[in-house]
């Protein structure tokens, strides 16, 4: 069973629309984290976070603990944010200290046509 | 700082041979990570290394698959032997004990035929 479930896996919209990606996970997590892995390949992280709602220029992501469920908003879509987004999340961080690896989705194809 | 360095950025190599993937953290971050992609699976963590020693080789796909940290800058994956499954592309990446956040390196395509 995926621990991390994401949707939809592809979405195809027009320059301008608002785009909404969700994120559900099943276990108890110490951080979720957004990424955006562009065609070349490279990753980055757009947001890191335990509770509440970041913004970040035209990218808003959103997390409720209680329901383990997180979004990613893009407002004014522009063909460059195609891409593909990364739910992931950092289990509850061990009494050691340590910060376990990432649990992924297996990402949102977003593709913004002009 | 240069961010987390991986070399090579792709490697095609025949079935049977030795694979070794290079690591570079961004100084001072003592937790490297290493992840592999694959279309199939997408991103799973390997292992990784908290102050140079692995905590969790639990996603580990068999023996053929190690992973070494001589020191707090650097860090190779190594299969011996490659088998054409192990195409994937292998990411590296490191952050402090205790943070959660991390820094991807560009990755290793690695193409075994």
């Known amino acids: 069973k995926n621990e991390v479930e994401q949707s939809p896996q592809n979405l195809t919209a027009q320059e301008g629309e608002f785009i909404t990606i969700n994120c559900s996970y099943s276990?108890?997590?110490?951080?979720l984290h957004w990424l955006q892995q562009h065609p070349g390949g490279g990753i980055v992280s757009l947001f890191m976070l335990s509770s509440g709602k970041k913004k970040h220029g035209r990218l808003i992501a959103t997390i409720n603990i209680q329901e383990k469920h997180s979004s990613l908003h893009i407002t004014a879509s522009h063909p460059r944010d195609s891409a593909v987004y990364i739910c992931?999340?950092?289990?509850?961080?061990?009494?050691?200290?340590?910060?376990?690896?990432?649990?992924f989705g297996k990402g949102t194809h977003l593709i913004i046509q002009p | 700082d240069a961010g987390v360095i991986q070399s090579p950025r792709h490697e095609v190599t025949e079935m049977g041979q030795e694979v070794t993937l290079r690591c570079k953290p961004i100084s001072g971050h003592n937790s490297l990570f290493w992840y592999r992609q694959t279309m199939m699976r997408g991103l799973e963590l390997l292992i990784y290394?908290?102050?140079?020693?692995?905590?969790?080789d639990s996603g580990m796909p068999e023996d053929r698959f190690s992973a070494k940290m001589p020191n707090a800058s650097f860090s190779t994956l190594k299969i011996q032997p490659s088998e054409p499954r192990d195409s994937a592309v292998y990411f590296c990446?490191?952050?402090?004990?205790?943070?959660?956040?991390?820094?991807f390196g560009q990755g290793t395509r690695l193409t075994v035929v």
């Open positions: 290394f908290n102050n140079n020693v692995p905590i969790d």
């Open positions: 990446a490191s952050s402090l004990v205790g943070q959660v956040t991390s820094f």
């Open positions: 276990v108890g997590i110490s951080a």
């Open positions: 992931a999340f950092n289990p509850p961080l061990h009494s050691g200290g340590g910060a376990d690896g990432l649990t």
